[in-house]
């Protein structure tokens, strides 16, 4: 059974970094491209980053480019997002999902329980 | 950005009827459209894949179709288990964007 579990978050002042985890299990974790996926409370989904299946290709929407690092361990089967410089607008439940297709275009077959990460001061 | 346009954001029925629900593209993706179930409190899950592929696991009143810009998640006969917001997603270009949703409530 895919099970994703992530973990890290919490509630952290404007200006100040988080790092969540997702530990992968059920399948071979360095076979698929890894995803974070956000939800803003009460709001739609939002796409955050992608990591290709051998972490050489990442890629990230306009708004969290420099700030946010989307990494993995395939020997630990974990997917990470470091966080930097986070704003009220971060604040949001992220999930952790396995991504099908082209990389960084493809759909969510997987998603993790979420995490929420409030970013107030 | 491809924008995509779900409607109508909220659709109010009772158990046993046929539903609908549209998501309509700014530009023309091809069959690049996956659809979503979200429940409340829940994490989303995979309904329909490129536009009309089924997913295992997915019950067959669940079906999808369309391509260009117009796309519907059709639902026979709602059961009382599919009250939810359902979400389409492009993956035609490299943004993943998703649709507003639309909210399928009891009547």
């Known amino acids: 059974e895919v099970q994703l579990v992530e973990s890290g978050g919490g509630l952290v002042q404007p200006g100040r970094s988080l790092k969540l985890s997702c530990a992968a299990s059920g399948f071979t974790f360095s076979d698929y491209n890894m995803a974070w996926v956000r939800q803003a409370p009460k709001k739609g989904l939002e796409w955050v980053a992608t990591?290709?299946?051998?972490?050489?290709?990442?890629y990230y929407r306009d708004s969290v480019k420099g700030r946010f690092t989307i990494s993995r361990d395939n020997a630990k089967s974990t997917l990470y997002l470091q966080m930097d410089s986070l704003r009220s607008e971060d604040t949001a439940t992220y999930y952790c999902a396995r991504q099908r297709g082209v990389v960084y275009r493809g759909y969510f077959d997987y998603w993790g329980q979420g995490v929420m990460v409030t970013v107030s001061s | 950005n491809i924008v995509l346009t779900q409607s109508p954001a909220t659709l109010s029925v009772t158990p046993g009827e046929s539903v609908s629900l549209s998501c309509r593209a700014s530009q023309s993706i091809s069959t690049s459209i996956h659809w979503y179930q979200q429940k409340s409190n829940e994490s989303p899950r995979l309904l329909i894949k490129y536009a009309s592929q089924s997913i295992s696991g997915i019950p067959s009143r669940f079906s999808g179709s369309g391509s260009g810009t117009d796309f519907t998640l059709s639902i026979n006969r709602v059961e009382s288990e599919d009250f939810s917001i359902y979400y389409c997603q492009q993956s035609y270009s490299s943004l993943n964007t998703f649709g507003a949703g639309t909210k399928l409530e009891l009547k």
């Open positions: 990591i290709s299946y051998d972490g050489s290709s990442t």
